[in-house]
């Protein structure tokens, strides 16, 4: 599928995240038509750390390699604040496309980022932002969206991201992500100022500074992609506290066993028995 297409149509596209080929097989298989490789899931499962600039463009790089052959999904990737300046950001460019992205979403904080829904962020100038958005259009080699996101309402107000958002659109942004509107009224507000200029997208935390709306009702507001992008770490790594407190409390898996797969539910889950046949066509045997 190619992403550009698909955002033409009516209904929104939801894009779950991931960070792993394990992930990526499980959301592709439950029918997704995108995916989101989200910087703060790698540092949350690679690193055991929180999102706050610590993962690397090559890390961020090999996973989506991974990725790609485990899916042919379109894959959003965040690409943070393209790792320095403009010849950082378009160098991101070209390394993530080669990996396999079919998006990248870049931001306008300082460099190293923080989630952009922790506080005490800080921003680069609206100038030195579109100059990256330039240097990533003209070194994409491919169909590649640039996904531009500003960070500004908790740092400079809605309005002044607004204003940002609108200079990310002049210098070629593709997609339009205003992070962490604060309220119902200020996530209604961007539809309302930018429909029908760019795709829109509206990013969903648990927890977070943004209400948590469903994709119905970001359809309806005129929102045209939602990602999840953190929402399974958090359900696998609360499923994971349980679990290794169980087996050290119990000595066994037994308690346990109704909330995960057992050997051959884990093997056909990824696919064993498909990949051990076409192995079978290559054996000299058959």
Do not use: W
Not at 28 to 55: C, H, K, N, Q, W
């Amino acid at each position: 599928m190619i992403l550009r297409t698909r955002l033409a149509a009516k209904e929104i596209l939801i894009a779950p995240g991931v960070y792993d080929g394990l992930t990526a097989a499980l959301a592709t298989d439950a029918g997704f038509e995108a995916l989101y490789l989200s910087g703060a899931a790698v540092a949350y499962t690679r690193l055991g750390r929180p999102d706050i600039g610590l993962s690397t463009a090559t890390e961020m790089a090999e996973t989506m390699a991974l990725i790609a052959d485990r899916t042919d999904l379109p894959v959003i990737m965040d690409a943070d604040t393209g790792f320095g300046n403009a010849l950082n950001a378009r160098r991101t460019m070209v390394t993530y496309e080669r990996a396999g992205a079919g998006a990248l979403q870049v931001e306008d904080q300082t460099y190293p980022k923080r989630c952009g829904h922790l506080s005490d962020k800080s921003l680069i100038s609206c100038d030195e932002m579109v100059g990256k958005i330039a240097a990533m259009a003209d070194a994409r080699r491919h169909d590649t969206l640039i996904i531009a996101r500003t960070d500004a309402i908790a740092v400079e107000g809605f309005a002044a991201a607004t204003d940002r958002a609108g200079a990310y659109i002049e210098a070629g942004a593709d997609v339009l992500f205003i992070e962490a509107p604060r309220d119902r009224d200020e996530l209604a507000k961007i539809p309302e100022t930018f429909r029908g200029k760019v795709p829109l997208l509206a990013n969903m935390v648990e927890g977070g500074a943004t209400p948590i709306s469903s994709a119905t009702a970001l359809e309806e507001m005129g929102f045209d992609i939602v990602i999840f992008p953190g929402g399974i770490v958090r359900a696998l790594a609360r499923t994971a506290q349980y679990y290794y407190q169980s087996l050290h409390a119990t000595g066994s898996n037994t308690s346990f066993k109704d909330r995960m797969h057992d050997f051959d539910g884990l093997n056909a889950a990824i696919g064993t028995p498909e990949l051990l046949a076409i192995g079978k066509r290559y054996d000299g045997k058959s």
